[in-house]
Structure formats: C-alpha cells, structure tokens
C-alpha cells in the first residue's frame, strides 16, 4: 500500500528565503508525482506536475524534482513571498490518475 | 464555468439524516473525482467516473455512500444515515481525462458538519 510522508508538517520561514519542502513514497511504481497548494478554507491549485520519467519541473519560483528509485521528491520555492503561505500537499498517481496524497507541509511566510 | 463548481459550500446537517452534495466539473473533462479531507488527516480517495465506463468505487468507507454522474456532466455524492464522523471537507475535481498526466482541477469543497 502506498503511503506517502511530507516533511515538516510546518515550516516558518522570514520573507525571501529560499525553501525545500519534503515529499516520500514507500512504492516507487508511481505515474507521476504531483504538487498542489491549499490556501484555508479553499480547494486544492496544482502547482507542478511530474511525469514518472522526468526528474524535475519549474515554474517561476517553483522547481520539483522528482527521485523514483528512492522514493523522493522535492519542492524547492526561491526567494520566498508572504503570499507563498500555504498548505502545500505532494500527491502520486496512478495510472488513472487516482491519488495518494501526503498529509502536507504548513508554510508561513513572515514579512 | 471556468472551475469546478461545487454545492453547498457549507452544510450542516443532524446526524442520521442524509445529504446530497452536487459537483459541476470543468466542461470537457471526462474524468470525475471525489476525496474528503478530514480534520487532521490528508485528502482521502473516494470514487473516480471515467466517461461511460463504470466508477471506481474503491475509496468509498461503507455503504452509506454513494456517488453518481449524470449525462458525463454533473456528479453527486450521496451520505445516508450521516454520523458525526462524516464531517469533513468533500472536493470534487476534474481532469481532461483519467489518464495519469492530466492536471487535476479541484473545487473548494463542500464542508460537512454532522451535528
């Protein structure tokens, strides 16, 4: 059975700080890796979405990197902004797309 | 619409009476899902409609839930007999298809309170 941790639950870091956030896997036969983010009392945003082949992804401040072999993957945030603060969630996927997701990293940003 | 749409945004109900919670999906995508986040827990699989082809129900945790997509288009989820720890947050989302590699568009969730 797949499960999938995320480490730190929480993370406080001050305004412009470059950041990794955590994501593993027990079973590397995944699809894909996703990263979704979860403001309160919203749904979830994807954010980038790795493909089983591919070992990373970015999108402007965002960079993903993805290890199967060792069940790992990354999500790295530069310079950080206080509107980066967030709940932050890794998901595998199967091949129809049904997900496993972590239990998320809390994210504060601070000014 | 432009995102998934998804009703009540906020319900709260007596326990053991039943609810009905509506999904409207991105128009296009073929591909339906429901999860629920609890309290303190990460997002949990419900139920996934791929176009004609028959639900996965795999993630359902009784009975008491059902799931059905009229037309391909709207989805809703059904909980009988509600009991206090079925309070959480239902997200529906769509996808182009169920193929892995199509991003997932959620909703912002129907919040459930069973009282």
């Known amino acids: 059975k797949q499960e999938v941790t995320q480490i730190p639950a929480a993370l406080s870091v001050p305004e412009g700080e470059n950041l990794v956030l955590n994501c593993s896997f027990t079973?590397?036969?995944?699809?894909?890796l996703q990263w979704f983010r979860q403001d309160p009392g919203k749904g979830l945003t994807s954010l980038l979405l790795?493909?089983?082949?591919?070992r990373e992804q970015t999108s402007g401040r965002l960079n993903a990197s993805l290890d199967k072999s060792s069940g790992r993957s990354t999500l790295y945030i530069a310079a950080s902004q206080p509107g980066d603060s967030a709940t932050y969630l890794c998901?595998?996927?199967?091949?129809?797309?049904?997900?496993?997701f972590g239990t998320g990293t809390l994210l504060a940003v601070q000014p | 619409g432009a995102g998934v749409s998804q009703s009540p945004s906020n319900k709260v109900t007596e326990k053991g009476k039943d609810v009905e919670l509506r999904c409207d999906p991105i128009?296009?995508?073929?591909?339906l899902y429901w999860y629920r986040q609890s309290l303190g827990q990460g997002l949990e699989f419900l139920i996934y409609f791929q176009g004609n082809s028959a639900p996965d129900k795999s993630g359902l945790p009784s009975d008491r839930f059902s799931a059905e997509r009229t037309g391909g288009s709207v989805s809703t989820l059904t909980i009988q007999r509600t009991q206090q720890e079925d309070s959480a947050v239902y997200l529906c989302?769509?996808?182009?298809?169920?193929?892995?590699?199509?991003?997932?568009?959620f909703g912002e969730g129907s919040w459930l309170t069973v009282v």
């Open positions: 998901a595998v996927g199967s091949a129809t797309n049904k997900l496993i």
């Open positions: 128009s296009g995508h073929t591909a």
């Open positions: 790795i493909q089983s082949s591919q």
């Open positions: 989302a769509s996808s182009l298809s169920v193929t892995g590699g199509n991003t997932i568009y």
């Open positions: 079973d590397s036969a995944i699809y894909n």
